[in-house]
């Protein structure tokens, strides 16, 4: 069974543009949640989806922005870009919601906003 | 708020021997742990989930602990390798959702 795919693997940016990353996860899984790690903040949750719905989102400003589709792939849009969001994003995967089990992550996708 | 604490930072040890990583917790209302290797630039890579009612969980050489009600959790790795050395992760959920709180992670460095 194929892992947690995400794309692209990396980006580069400039102030101001805004950037969409994809996640695809593992078949059958239909909760998608995704990270941001920083060398200064480490893994923060940014948001979690689960049958195209938010279910819950982390401390982040409304820039960051996600969505579902309904064959559980998951996009993460992030609009006028600081210098500050650049970081290694990572969705993960897991089969039901509800925090009870396993999930899977994706190699990431590293941004490099200049 | 859940707060995830990892000690040491960084670990270095010999090849070949049995080592302890370990992780701390202020909010015993958890569904699991989950223990997670980083190898530099890449993602996450789970390695063991123990269950809340779970007391030990094992997978090859490596070995988890959960001790809920002093907020701790071991991740004992034995008969180390080069192939180990990686940072480790260890995260648990909230109750009721999949946010994972992390710890800051221990950098581990298998010496041949």
């Known amino acids: 069974k194929a892992g947690v795919t995400q794309t692209p693997r990396y980006l580069i940016k400039t102030r101001g543009q805004q950037v969409t990353l994809s996640c695809s996860p593992i078949s059958g899984h239909r909760s998608v949640s995704w990270y941001q790690q920083t060398p200064g903040q480490g893994l923060q949750f940014l948001f979690e989806y689960f049958s195209e719905t938010q279910r819950n989102k982390g401390n982040f400003p409304g820039r960051f922005s996600g969505r579902q589709f309904s064959n559980s792939r998951s996009e993460m849009n992030v609009s006028t870009l600081e210098l500050g969001d650049s970081a290694l994003y990572l969705c993960?995967?897991?089969?039901?919601?509800?925090?009870?089990?396993?999930?899977?992550f994706g190699p990431g996708t590293r941004l490099l906003v200049l | 708020k859940q707060e995830v604490t990892q000690i040491p930072a960084a670990l270095s040890v010999p090849e070949g021997e049995n080592l302890v990583l370990n992780c701390s917790f202020t909010d015993s209302a958890i569904y699991n742990l989950q223990w997670f290797r980083q190898d530099p630039g890449k993602g996450l890579t789970s390695l063991l989930l123990?269950?809340?009612?779970?007391r030990e969980q094992t997978s090859g050489r490596l070995n988890a602990s959960l001790d809920k009600s002093s907020g701790r959790s071991t991740l004992y790795i034995a008969a180390s390798q080069p192939g180990d050395s990686a940072t480790y992760l260890c995260a648990v959920p909230f109750m009721g959702n999949e946010k994972l709180t992390f710890g800051t992670g221990t950098r581990l460095t298998i010496i041949p």
């Open positions: 123990i269950q809340s009612s779970q």
């Open positions: 993960a995967s897991s089969l039901r919601a509800g925090g009870g089990e396993t999930q899977y």
